[in-house]
């Protein structure tokens, strides 16, 4: 069974820090790149961070550049997500996704991801 599982968010105050955590299982982790997308309330997801798994490429909107950095462990098949600095824009359920690693091209294209955790809420108050 294929499982991507978000952990990590939680309430922090402006420009507090929080690490995500994306587990994932049943599948060959290392042929997947691995996204992080957020969707606040009354608004569109978003793609936030991608990175690849061939080069280990990295990839930020530009709303989270400069403040949030992503990584992966494959030996731990686990994708983190740092955030600092937060801002209460970044308030959102936050979601992991798997999409096979040789797609280069539409870094937010939601279809094109394969699979998704349940995701894990943030909440940066002011």
């Known amino acids: 069974e294929v499982q991507l599982v978000e952990s990590g968010g939680g309430l922090v105050q402006a420009g507090g820090s929080l690490r995500l955590s994306c587990a994932a299982s049943g599948f060959t982790f290392d042929e997947y790149a691995i996204g992080w997308f957020r969707q606040a309330p009354g608004k569109e997801r978003e793609g936030v961070s991608l990175i690849s798994s061939s080069d280990g490429s990295t990839y930020y909107a530009d709303s989270v550049k400069g403040r949030f950095t992503i990584s992966r462990d494959n030996a731990k098949n686990t994708v983190y997500l740092q955030m600092n600095g937060l801002k209460p824009e970044d308030t959102a359920v936050y979601y992991c996704?798997?999409?096979?690693?040789?797609?280069?091209?539409?870094?937010?294209?939601?279809?094109?991801?394969?699979?998704w955790g349940q995701g894990t809420q943030v909440t940066v108050s002011s």
């Open positions: 996704a798997a999409r096979p690693v040789w797609i280069l091209v539409g870094l937010w294209d939601a279809p094109s991801y394969d699979y």
